[in-house]
């Protein structure tokens, strides 16, 4: 008996959809001539992660709950799937949504081999995972200048321009505001970059602003904009060449600083800015929480406030110097 699947035998002309479409099914885009990229790689995958199952696509189709024309529409691309189809497919696969849309992780067997070792693991395991993949591959571990180069984090109004100021002042070494280092570069302010550019353009910006103070400055204190950890290609070299400290704030500390800065935007619709104020920043602590040290700027002066960073930063070059 043949055991070829039915992926082999059907000719994709012979695939067309019905007219309409129930729920469940895909529909139709079209025939041999113009099919969408995006389609015809998608359906590539679905057909190369059944063969590696070594499923037909009548079992396929029975698990995922659609017809099995309509799979083959998927498979040849032309059907333009829904995202619950797409997700019963996936699961009918046993495979995650990323793998059948085709995330970097699916470029090759060693991708998929370290995510399945890294799935499903604590927040602590993925942390010394991804440390020692840094010291293996990436600037940690071979920046000497790792423990001089401090870098505040968090969100506006936390501080950072003026304790990093302050910092730099005592410590007897440069300040860079990384925003003003973003406009030198760009040519212009952050708001017309983001207004004629956009923030892709903003992002890769900030990058090549952190690589020239990391590469002109052995000893530095930085400010860096709150938005930072949205890249994280940008915030994996930020953790790698410097020492890393969140200035955390409660949200409502966040917005009376910016207001005292003479910034009474937030404050129009304040209970809408507060809102999404907290939101951000429940989004960005994840990765803020990454950071070497953690000061809390919340219900203290100024003064005192300084006076602990100050003593977080000598307790760490003590650390280092052991």
């Not at 002042?169 to 973003?182: A, G």
Request: charged letters at 25%.
């Amino acid at each position: 008996m043949n055991n070829r699947s039915e992926v082999d035998l059907v000719a994709p002309d012979a695939l067309t959809s019905e007219q309409g479409t129930a729920p469940g099914t895909l529909a139709a885009t079209g025939g041999e001539v113009g099919k969408n990229p995006l389609l015809v790689a998608l359906g590539e995958r679905v057909r190369t992660l059944r063969a590696r199952r070594g499923l037909t696509r009548k079992a396929v189709a029975l698990a995922a709950d659609v017809s099995e024309r309509h799979l083959a529409n998927l498979e040849y691309g032309i059907g333009n799937a829904s995202i619950l189809v797409l997700q019963q497919v996936a699961g009918a696969l046993q495979c995650s949504l990323a793998e059948l849309l085709g995330d970097v992780t699916t470029r090759s067997p060693e991708w998929l081999l370290i995510r399945e070792l890294l799935q499903n693991r604590s927040e602590a395991d993925l942390r010394r995972a991804r440390l020692l993949l840094s010291e293996q591959f990436g600037a940690a571990g071979k920046d000497s200048g790792r423990s001089s180069r401090i870098a505040l984090i968090g969100l506006r109004g936390a501080g950072k321009s003026t304790l990093g100021h302050m910092l730099a002042e005592r410590l007897e070494v440069p300040f860079v505001e990384l925003s003003r280092e973003v406009e030198k570069i760009a040519g212009c302010s952050i708001r017309e970059i983001y207004d004629l550019y956009g923030a892709t353009a903003y992002r890769r910006y900030e990058r090549r602003a952190i690589e020239e103070a990391i590469r002109t400055y052995p000893q530095v204190v930085i400010a860096t904009p709150g938005g930072i950890v949205s890249d994280p290609a940008t915030f994996n070299q930020l953790l790698a060449c410097c020492t890393t400290i969140w200035l955390r704030a409660d949200p409502e500390d966040h917005m009376n600083r910016v207001a005292a800065q003479g910034d009474t935007r937030p404050m129009a619709a304040s209970r809408e800015a507060m809102e999404d104020l907290k939101q951000i920043l429940a989004g960005r602590t994840p990765f803020y929480s990454k950071a070497d040290l953690t000061l809390d700027t919340s219900r203290q002066d100024l003064e005192r406030t300084f006076e602990g960073l100050v003593e977080l930063t000598m307790e760490l070059t003590t650390e280092r110097a052991k």
